[in-house]
C-alpha cells in the first residue's frame, strides 16, 4: 500500500558504531498545522521536505503555541493556522485538530524535560508528501 500525504516527523539524530542512527520522537500524519508552525518557525518559510535542526528554544515555543491554542480555543486560528496543500489533511478546527495539538503539547514536554540540549545529540525536524 502506498501512503499518501503529509508525513512529519521529530527525531534524534545519535552516533552508533560510528554511524548517525534517527530514534523517533514524534511522528505526525497530515498534521498541516504543525507542519505550517515549523516552515514558518524553523525551515525560514521554505516548505522542501529536507532536514531540518530543531533547538530546545524553537521546541519550547512550539509547546507554549499549542498551550496558546488550546486556552483561545475559540480563536486557533490566531496560534496554529491550518495549511492547506496537496493531501495534507483537513483544514477545519475540528476535535482531531485539537486532539493533534494536545498530543504535541503532552510529547513536546516530555522531551523538553527529558533531554539535556547541552549535552544530548541534534533533534531533527522533517517532512514528506
Known sequence: MIRIGLDMYLVVERQKNNQR????LIY?????HIHRWFIEHVQSHCDDCRVY???QTQLRALMN???QTL???D????YLPTLYGP???STDYDDLYFLEILRTKELLHVILTAFSFDHEPRILYSSSW
Open 21 to 24: 542512527v534517527h530514534e523517533e
Open 71 to 73: 486556552l483561545h480555543c
Open 53 to 55: 535542526p530543531v533547538n
Open 87 to 89: 493531501f495534507f489533511g
Open 28 to 32: 505526525w500524519r497530515k498534521a498541516n
Open 75 to 78: 480563536q486557533p486560528e490566531r
Open 65 to 67: 503555541q499549542c498551550e
